[in-house]
């Protein structure tokens, strides 16, 4: 937010005629998300272009044509957006260093192919990609491409029926993730923290969709065991809270008994709930919007102090149940206890207080523990 209004509030203080620095603040200005999709977007690309163009950064001509590509897309303007991909391509050809001549050509074809895909050409994709991973490998600018390639491909061989070969994809983009973690300092950490969340969140919720539940659920503890292990290190010199708790909670589950695990991973349009017993898991999917589901845990937290608003709070506290619970009563039939994995926002949602549609509150029923991984 600071970058985009520092970015609005140098705009009308450059000179008409400083192109190279109208450029990156029109560039600034145009990839702020609330513009995303709406006619000012489009305005700022079209400066954005113009001002690189007189400015001889060609590099930045491909970028808001490839940005302008993707809008007129989502508008189902084809025409249009094979217009801007012409200009972009006639734009990487006048880019002089060879370095970032390549990396504007890796970025068409990634974007290239994302639009094959979307209007049913997976094979095409698969063409550019593959082209694109060859041009990676001789530039070796991996770092945060090789992720997003293997994505792509993994969504083109999906809808080529390959389901064995998107599984390989699938796999080899989170190599390609973790290796990146590496080569990362503190500034790039929180777009590549979305990226691997991405990466991850695509794998896990294609093998749960073919079946292939115990991988989907590798996937997911597989993130978290990452998550985890970044906290303590992060706090372990001052706080072992978070290791011990952890450490903790294992040593209880080798003695599960009639207990239950369930761990949540919520995905952007569903919710996946593994049921783990101390002999078996069993996997359920709940279709629900993660935006939807944010919005109902913070209105929750938001009012569950007020007394005056009882009545609400039931009825949130009957909704919330009715997504992380009800689809998987019948699996923790008969526990005495329940131990919550959460994820994302159910980190900050006291479980305890869901109402069943009995009236009884989940923590009349269960002995409720909760931990970050098992």
């Known amino acids: 937010n600071e970058s985009f209004n520092l970015a609005n509030q140098g705009l009308p203080l450059t000179p008409r005629d400083f192109h190279s620095r109208l450029f990156q603040y029109y560039w600034i200005t145009s990839i702020n998300p609330l513009l995303q999709g709406s006619n000012l977007a489009f305005k700022y690309h079209d400066e954005t272009a113009a001002r690189a163009a007189v400015a001889g950064r060609y ?6 044509h490839m940005q302008l590509v993707q809008l007129q897309e989502k508008s189902a303007n084809r025409e249009q957006a094979d217009h801007h991909i012409s200009i972009a391509e006639d734009a990487i050809q006048e880019i002089e260093s060879e370095f970032v001549q390549t990396l504007a050509d890796v970025d068409l ?45 993994a969504k083109s061989y999906r809808e080529m029926g390959r389901a064995d070969a998107a599984s390989i ?3 080899l983009a989170i190599e390609a993730v973790e290796r990146d973690d590496n080569k990362l300092d503190s500034r790039a950490r929180l777009t590549f923290d979305q990226q691997r969340r991405e990466v991850y969140e695509a794998a896990i919720g294609f093998e749960f969709g073919r079946g292939e539940i115990d991988t989907a659920r590798g ?3 597989r993130y978290r065991t990452k998550l985890l292990t ?22 209880g589950l080798d003695e599960l008994g009639e207990g239950r695990i ?3 991973t919520m995905l952007k349009d569903r919710l996946l709930i593994w049921v783990r017993t101390k002999n078996a898991v069993e996997g359920r999917s709940y279709s629900i919007g993660r935006e939807d589901l944010q919005q109902k845990v913070d209105r929750f937290l938001a009012i569950m102090s007020d007394l005056d608003r009882g009545n609400e709070l039931d009825s949130l506290a009957r909704d ?19 131990t919550i994995v959460p994820d994302r926002m159910l980190h900050r949602l006291p479980f305890a207080a869901l109402l069943s549609p009995d009236g009884r509150y989940l923590i009349e029923d269960y002995i409720l523990t909760e931990t970050l991984n098992v």
């Open 59 to 64: 590099d930045g001509v491909e970028g808001a």
């Open 230 to 251: 970044e906290a303590v290190e992060q706090y372990a010199t001052s706080d072992q809270t978070v290791a011990n708790r952890v450490a903790g909670t294992r040593e």
């Open 262 to 264: 369930l761990e949540y």
């Open 320 to 338: 919330l149940y009715g997504f992380l619970i009800a689809p998987i009563t019948d699996l923790v039939e008969g526990a005495d206890s329940i």
């Open 219 to 221: 996937y997911a503890r």
């Open 109 to 153: 074809r990634l974007a290239k192919a994302e639009i094959m895909i979307g209007r049913g050409q997976p094979s095409i994709a698969e063409g550019l990609l593959l082209e694109g991973l060859d041009l990676l490998t001789q530039a070796g600018a991996d770092v945060f491409y090789e992720q997003r390639y293997r994505m792509e491909l």
């Open 169 to 171: 994809q699938s796999s």
